[in-house]
């Protein structure tokens, strides 16, 4: 019989978060990985657990190499147990590759459903949290972040982030720039720790404040786009639609056709539209 590969969720702050699960499955697991076996440590001495398998690394850097021995070890019989620094496995963490692998090889997979940092950030935003979509991290570099932001500048559902403190500020105003400056957001920080804290806010005013500098684990949570009728959009927005989803990756013609979808026009508008902007050199 094969084993079980088994996700656990980890505290993303406060240790008394911790599942009670997590403690039986840290006790009986044959082989844990770890995102930082260092963490681990300190994480099974504040349980009070004493782990009785081995216990390996499994981080970005390795993950690639050390997914075929994790599913050796699965295909002999063994319980897998992989934890990440916090929150979620394969959630902007390691997990997805050998999640994959092990499902290609009919590897039970399980999880010990724990703390969130996305899930969290939204109950606390005050923002709409009916209908959502988590995005991670945004690119480093300027432009392929403003690109990425572009691809969702019409997205309706409540738009989730992570984001490194030291390039927060850069982010909110992008988001300013992208999404306008009035859209509202919360930037929740240090979650479930002694100093958390929740600030709430027009995107213009929360990256001034973020200019000053900002400390600790972010997360930003973004209202979605205001819906708008067909008779709003104009020919200048629907040339900037189309030519988001060309930079996407989009060929003009399905470009156009999505966009005429989408904001409830004929085809021949869009197209119109964008034949004039390239003759007017936009």
């Not at 109950?123 to 690109?147: M, N």
């Not at 629907?238 to 930079?247: A, D, I, S, Y």
């Amino acid at each position: 019989m094969t084993g079980t590969l088994v996700l656990a969720g980890t505290p993303i702050g406060d240790v008394q978060d911790a599942p009670p699960r997590l403690s039986d499955e840290l006790a009986g697991a044959d082989v844990i990985a770890a995102e930082d076996t260092r963490r681990l440590r300190r994480l099974t001495q504040a349980l009070g657990v004493t782990p009785k398998g081995r216990v390996v690394s499994y981080f970005e850097g390795n993950e690639s190499a050390r997914t075929p021995e994790l599913v050796e070890e699965l295909l002999g019989g063994a319980r897998v147990l992989l934890v990440t620094d916090a929150g979620m496995p394969s959630v902007s963490d390691p997990g997805y590759r050998l999640v994959a692998a092990a499902v290609e090889k009919d590897v039970r997979v399980t999880a010990v459903p724990g703390p969130s940092a996305v899930l969290t950030a939204l109950a606390l935003s005050g923002l709409p949290v009916d209908r959502f979509c988590f995005e991670g991290f945004l690119p480093r570099k300027a432009g392929e972040r403003l690109s990425r932001l572009r691809e969702v500048a019409d997205e309706r559902r409540t738009l989730v982030y992570f984001e490194a403190p030291h390039r927060l500020d850069d982010t909110l105003a992008a988001m300013a720039e992208v999404f306008g400056a009035e859209r509202r957001a919360a930037v929740c920080r240090e979650l479930t720790k002694t100093y958390e804290e929740v600030r709430r806010g027009p995107l213009g005013e929360l990256a001034a404040w973020a200019a000053e500098g900002v400390r600790g684990e972010i997360t930003v949570v973004v209202e979605g786009a205001p819906e708008r009728g067909p008779e709003e959009i104009g020919a200048e927005e629907l040339v900037r639609r189309v030519k988001v989803r060309e930079e996407a990756g989009e060929r003009r013609k399905e470009a156009i056709a999505a966009v005429a979808v989408e904001a409830g026009v004929p085809k021949r508008e869009v197209f119109d539209a964008v034949v004039a902007a390239k003759q007017a050199g936009a």
